[in-house]
T-cell receptor, first 115, second 111 residues
Framework: DAGVIQSPRHEVTEMGQEVTLRCKPI?????LFWYRQTMMRGLELLIY????????DSGMPEDRFSAKMPNASFSTLKIQPSEPRDSAVYFC?????????????FGPGTRLTVL | DQQVKQNSPSLSVQEGRISILNCDYT??????FLWYKKYPAEGPTFLIS?????DKNEDGRFTVFLNKSAKHLSLHIVPSQPGDSAVYFCAARGGNEKLTFGTGTRLTIIP
């Protein structure tokens, strides 16, 4: 199993540009999570999907952020327009949601730098 | 409002000794707790977990203790090894699939 795949691994962009982060969850997993890691706030949940449906987006910082999951094997997190304060590492995670199994499997992350 | 707190940003321990990482939480509705380990440039990986109906769970060198009355959990690593040097995150689940993470503790094992 290849695990959770994220692309790109690194992204450097200028303020105002659109940024799209991509995630492929583990095959068979029906829940997908987007997190942001910063020094000050640690790992914050931005949004999560179950069976491709957004369940909780209360962590999405503002309207500049949007996420989609068009099918069970792909999700995107888009920032438009990007700002320097969006610089962070963004992680995607997936889980099977099986009763009693609460473990989430994380991808390697995308390090975003907005200049 | 930080519902899961790891008050020690860093910890250094001699190789072979016990490492104790602490975590406090405020939400009494949390029913499941997990520890994740993170190496640089990698995603967090699951280490060990405990249900709120238990007070201890052990897996090899790793043991998690839960004190519900104090809303406190701890991770014990014994004996500590150089490969244990990483950032450790405590996480809590509140009835759905959502996990709330602490800010992490950087553990350094000194050879």
């Amino acid at each position: 199993d290849a695990g959770v795949i994220q692309s790109p691994r690194h992204e450097v962009t200028e303020m105002g540009q659109e940024v799209t982060l991509r995630c492929k969850p583990i095959s068979g997993h029906n829940s997908l999570f987007w997190y942001r890691q910063t020094m000050m706030r640690g790992l914050e949940l931005l949004i999560y999907f179950n069976n491709n449906v957004p369940i909780d987006d209360s962590g999405m910082p503002e309207d500049r952020f949007s996420a989609k999951m068009p099918n069970a094997s792909f999700s995107t997190l888009k920032i438009q327009p990007s700002e320097p304060r969006d610089s962070a590492v963004y992680f995607c995670a997936s889980s099977s949601g099986t009763s009693g199994m609460h473990e989430q499997f994380f991808g390697p992350g995308t390090r975003l730098t907005v200049l | 409002d930080q519902q899961v707190k790891q008050n020690s940003p860093s910890l250094s321990v001699q190789e072979g000794r016990i490492s104790i990482l602490n975590c406090d939480y405020t939400n009494s509705m949390f029913d499941y707790f997990l520890w994740y380990k993170k190496y640089p440039a990698e995603g967090p990986t699951f280490l060990i977990s405990i249900s709120s109906i238990k007070d201890k769970n052990e897996d090899g060198r790793f043991t998690v203790f839960l004190n519900k009355s104090a809303k406190h959990l701890s991770l014990h690593i014994v004996p500590s090894q150089p490969g244990d040097s990483a950032v450790y995150f405590c996480a809590a689940r509140g009835g759905n699939e959502k996990l709330t993470f602490g800010t992490g503790t950087r553990l350094t094992i000194i050879p």
